[in-house]
């Protein structure tokens, strides 16, 4: 049973008991109409409360219903809600913890409102791709105004029961407790029993705030969700609210939930969903191995990373040993971090206080003795072999027994590190992205030798500090940096066969990416990249020279570091405008070599890029590098700014099918003596997916 049905006094309590979230899957739903019909029946109830689990009243829709018929079979949410709402008894919704999505449109239905002032209220549903489908945007308006509901359903974020409470004018909770809430709303139940006509959210006018604030919110959710759907689509739902009546309201918010529910960017968040959920598990790692015990994390290197790294667990509560080489690398380190929690102050997104919380859980030091008593140690040396065997070999002789010794390098071979320490089985790699205390990916690289208890670790440390960790095998960029490479040769080809920069990042923006691949060279340094060539090029002088590229380098075109990259900078400014000292290059290079000019139309370019990553994560896949292919998913969407309503780079190629990327990929790659993925070929072939 997931519902319970008992009497005390003259008061009936329906609960819904549907562990862990109390979803309202179908046998829910069902639960909770028959308890309602009993009551109503009963003529020793006089009135009802509705409540949940504590801690959790409903986290909404049981997603795992979507796409089959439980979803739809009666009764609905909404024909649920429908029958509180005109039943001839009091209700009254009794809240505690998670109420969200269906949980808070069940609220609504309620002619009463209690909560304890943590509770989490929302409507998430934009998340997945959706509207609220049982008139939470018809319903929402009406107690909190019609600015605050577009903000809660067109952004997805809840807020506390206690913020809600304070805004002016809100009518959402009649009473709001710090404890027993289950007795308040049974006292609550007692004074209403005679009340009637009985209160309707649906009867109640749509409150709104007309200011220019207000209108700034609207602007800036219109900018944060570009290119998704569902937001567009909440705010003109709310809009609706306030100027049509309620029936006609529920009616269109039906049908946009259905539209959405069919449409391709609600499949792809859903996938996106589910892919996270299955990257938190390792399929042969047995299920309840034991994670081991992080108090006290030391970081080795204050530069870019290892500062990004220490704020990260700093911002968790967790103590953090920071050590370097020179006394300068390590001032330097502690201004950034300091200069870095300046801007969020300034931003208001820290308070002073804050700031030196985290910084008073900090311990600088030159001597890696102080790590002695650390449970896992990030090292984030310079990227270079002989730096990490000697940071590897010392840490070995000072950390203690059971420590976690982690590797934040991007390239290099996490077993060869391993090997200088006489724990083999406490190495891994734990690769942060830039800015660590930014970006959510973390690759958990599993060395030949890691042990299942450090990889446990390692995944649950990550959740603790808020990244979406992926496990990764070992090999050169594992899986992100390895398919970026595949990622930036299609656009360095694209380039050279006539297209330009703006054309190649505007059609990448346009389908989605945070940024086109130019422009994010232009952020992240092109000498980084340049440098790395020329020791490959003095390496083997064979290996094919990306002339476009030095030669911007041997200008100085760093990006916009130095107010030029592939694009001009005005000072200081991040604009990129196209440069004519660009145009200039890529017209000599076209002269010297013949290039064949040719237009590029944007799905062209489009699939050059995505389809090189396609079939790079095909040959990471055969190779065990990932588990799945919705890790691969993961990855692009967490760490690379794949548009997360695409689905990630394997998701979409699934919906392009197999064979179609594959005659892509010969196409665009003519006789240069590409071969494609033995998977992808297996499944172009049998009309398989790679999800
Ligand atoms: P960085 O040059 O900014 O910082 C490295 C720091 O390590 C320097 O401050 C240096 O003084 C210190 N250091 C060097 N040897 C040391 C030693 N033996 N003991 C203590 N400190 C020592 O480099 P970074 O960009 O922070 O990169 C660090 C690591 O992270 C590299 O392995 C890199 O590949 C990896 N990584 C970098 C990025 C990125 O975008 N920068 C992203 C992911 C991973």
Redesign the pocket.
């Known amino acids: 049973m997931s519902t319970h049905y008992s009497v005390t006094g003259r008061t009936a309590i329906l609960r819904i008991d549907n562990p862990p979230v109390n979803g309202l899957g179908h046998a829910t739903r069902k639960g909770i109409a028959q308890g309602l019909r009993r009551a109503l029946d009963s003529t020793d109830v006089d009135a009802i409360v509705l409540t949940g689990r504590e801690g959790s009243f409903s986290a909404g829709a049981d997603i795992s219903e979507f796409g089959t018929a439980r979803t739809t079979a009666a009764p609905s949410l909404g024909d649920v809600i429908a029958a509180l709402e005109d039943a001839g008894k009091p209700v009254v919704a009794a809240i505690d913890g998670t109420c969200l999505g269906g949980g808070l449109e069940l609220a609504l239905g309620a002619h009463y409102r209690v909560a304890t002032s943590s509770s989490r209220i929302g409507l998430p549903e934009v998340h997945l791709g959706l509207v609220p489908g049982a008139g939470g945007t018809q319903r929402l308006p009406r107690v909190v105004g019609a600015d605050v509901a577009a903000d809660m359903i067109s952004g997805g974020a809840p807020r506390t029961a206690r913020e809600l409470e304070d805004l002016p004018g809100q009518r959402l909770f009649d009473r709001l407790v710090d404890g027993d809430v289950i007795a308040a709303a049974m006292e609550l139940a007692v004074e209403v029993a005679a009340v009637r006509p009985l209160p309707r959210v649906r009867d109640l006018s749509v409150g709104r705030d007309d200011t220019a604030a207000a209108r700034a919110t609207h602007e800036r959710l219109r900018r944060r969700s570009r290119g998704f759907v569902a937001p567009a689509e909440a705010l003109a739902l709310v809009e609706k609210a306030g100027t049509t009546p309620f029936e006609e309201g529920l009616a269109e918010e039906r049908k946009t939930f259905l539209e959405l529910m069919n449409g391709e960017q609600s499949a792809a968040l859903r996938h996106a969903f589910f892919a996270e959920r299955a990257a938190r598990k390792v399929p042969d790692v047995r299920p309840k191995t034991p994670a081991r015990t992080v108090d006290k994390v030391a970081v ?8 990004g790294i220490a704020m990260t667990f700093l911002g968790a509560g967790i103590l953090v040993t920071i ?4 006394r300068e ?1 390590l001032d ?2 502690l201004d950034a971090m300091r200069r870095n929690y300046q801007r969020q102050v300034e931003r208001g997104k820290l308070t002073a206080d804050g700031l030196e919380q985290r910084m008073a859980l900090l311990t600088p030091t030159l001597d ?1 003795a102080d790590l002695s008593d650390s449970d896992l140690v990030i ?5 270079d072999m002989d ?2 065997r ?2 590897f070999t ?1 840490l070995d002789e000072v950390a203690k027994p059971g420590a976690i010794l982690a ?6 071979d996490i077993d060869a590190i391993a090997a200088v320490t006489g724990r083999p089985g406490d190495v891994l790699g734990m ?4 800015p ?1 205390n930014v970006m959510k990916l973390l690759e958990i690289v599993r060395g030949a030798k890691t042990s299942d208890d450090v990889l446990v670790t390692a995944m649950a440390v990550g959740q603790r500090i808020g990244k979406t960790g992926v496990v990764a095998g070992v090999c050169d960029g594992f899986i992100g940096n390895r398919m970026l490479a595949r990622y930036r040769d299609a656009a360095t080809a694209l380039l050279h066969a006539g297209a330009t920069p703006a054309a190649i990042d505007s059609a990448a923006e346009h389908f989605g990416f945070a940024m086109g691949p130019f422009r994010m060279a232009d952020l ?1 340094g092109n000498d980084i990249g340049w440098a790395i060539r020329k020791r490959r090029y003095a390496q083997d002088p064979g290996t094919p020279r990306e002339e476009i590229s030095d030669a911007l380098c041997e200008m100085g075109r760093f990006g916009q570091k130095t107010g030029a990259g592939w694009y001009d900078y005005a000072p200081g400014g991040r604009e990129a405008i196209p440069s004519p000292v660009v145009e200039e290059l890529l017209a000599s290079f076209h002269a010297e070599h013949g290039t064949k000019l040719r237009t590029f139309e944007a799905d062209e370019i489009v699939q050059r890029l995505v389809f090189a990553l396609v079939d790079e994560g095909a040959r990471i896949l055969d190779e065990g590098i990932a588990l799945r292919a919705s890790d691969i998913d993961v990855v692009y969407i967490a760490g690379y700014g794949f548009p997360r309503y695409r689905g990630g780079p394997m998701f979409y190629a699934d919906t392009m099918g197999a064979a179609h990327v594959l005659s892509g990929l010969r196409r665009f790659h003519g006789d240069d003596g590409w071969e494609p993925s033995p998977l992808l070929m297996r499944l172009a072939a049998e009309g398989g997916t790679f999800n």
């Open positions: 080795i290197g204050a530069g870019t990373m290892g500062g050590v370097e080489s020179s690398a330097r380190g890696y090292e984030a040396a310079f990227e730096v990490k000697s940071v010392r590797s934040n390098t991007s390239t290099l690769h942060f992205f830039s660590a992240a």
